[in-house]
């Protein structure tokens, strides 16, 4: 049976849930708030203490919501009703601050769910999160400051819109990110042929020598964006350790046995995808 994956982002949207009904009570003068958001956020880290594995904002609910229990129920202190907006944001701006200083940004264990462990130690997966964690840490600071300053009907339709642009964010910059990242970086070494230009019959846009799995693939790409491509091959037949032969009904390979990279976002598939093949009708 197939797992359902729960997108990443999604997490972080679920993490939001304590809060939102903290505000919501808290900004009624409802002190039950701080309770109910801190039974969700007991509900939500009990099965990270399980798997050991514990996302940093849920952590922050559970401590500040503990704290804020203590505070208003055993102490009678009223601060955490009164300023719920202006000390739940900065609450977690510390928590967005801290993670980025510990190499952990909050996101980390979102995407995680979203990329497999082989992206993990990227630079633009690094990049990108450390961004993203960042515009939300700016995101709580500005919230924050809202609410000390302005009356609280004016810092509750700001701060909302706010944190709407940080979640459109949050999912729209991982899916543009890393193409623009990865462009930047070979940019430095793009070259550009006039393609229009018409061609004599033995004239080439770019010759490759060596019609392997990388020369091939190379031509392809190349011959689609609109190059005049030609591939030399010493062998008498094309693929290099990527390709197989017969002998007495024995079809042995030359080399590969396995191709990696063909998970859904990995790079394989990117790749069929571009040259216009479909993954299921070859492996
Ligand atoms: C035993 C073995 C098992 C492997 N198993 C796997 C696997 O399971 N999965 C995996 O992902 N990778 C595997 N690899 C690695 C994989 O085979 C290579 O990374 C990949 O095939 C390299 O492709 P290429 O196009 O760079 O070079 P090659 O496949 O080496 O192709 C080079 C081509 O250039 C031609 N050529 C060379 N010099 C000239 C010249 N002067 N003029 C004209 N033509 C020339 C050669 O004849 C050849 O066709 C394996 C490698 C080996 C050796």
Redesign the pocket.
């Known amino acids: 049976m197939k797992e359902t994956k729960i997108p990443g982002m999604l997490c972080v949207l679920i993490s939001f849930i304590p809060w939102i009904i903290y505000w919501i009570l808290c900004g009624m003068g409802n002190a039950t708030g701080i309770v109910i958001a801190l039974v969700i956020a007991l509900l939500l880290t009990t099965p990270q203490i399980r798997r050991m594995d514990f996302n940093l904002m849920d952590l922050t609910s559970l401590l500040y919501f503990g704290t804020a229990t203590i505070a208003t129920f055993i102490f009678n202190l009223n601060v955490f009703v009164k300023k719920s907006g202006f000390l739940g944001y900065f609450a977690l701006f510390l928590m967005a601050l801290l993670s980025v200083i510990i190499k952990q940004p909050f996101t980390f264990q979102a995407s995680k769910r979203d990329y497999p462990e082989i992206y993990w130690k990227e630079r633009s997966f690094i990049v990108i999160n450390n961004l993203i964690t960042g515009v939300w840490a700016g995101i709580f600071m500005a919230n924050a400051t809202m609410f000390l300053l302005l009356n609280r009907s004016f810092a509750a339709i700001f701060s909302n819109t706010l944190i709407a642009f940080g979640i459109a964010f949050s999912i729209i910059f991982p899916l543009k990110a890393p193409a623009y990242l990865a462009t930047k970086e070979f940019r430095k070494y793009d070259w550009k042929v006039d393609v229009k230009r018409s061609k004599e019959e033995n004239e080439y846009d770019v010759i490759i020598?060596?019609?392997?799995?990388?020369?091939?693939t190379c031509g392809a790409l190349l011959s689609k964006r609109g190059y005049r491509v030609l591939v030399?091959?010493?062998?008498s037949q094309?693929?290099?350790?990527?390709s197989s032969f017969k002998r007495k009904n024995f079809v042995f390979?030359?080399?590969?046995?396995?191709?990696?990279g063909l998970w859904e976002k990995g790079p394989i598939t990117y790749l069929l995808k571009e040259l216009g093949f479909k993954k299921d009708e070859l492996f």
């Open positions: 020598v060596g019609s392997g799995i990388g020369g091939l030399l091959e010493q062998h094309v693929g290099g350790y990527c390979n030359t080399g590969v046995e396995n191709i990696s």
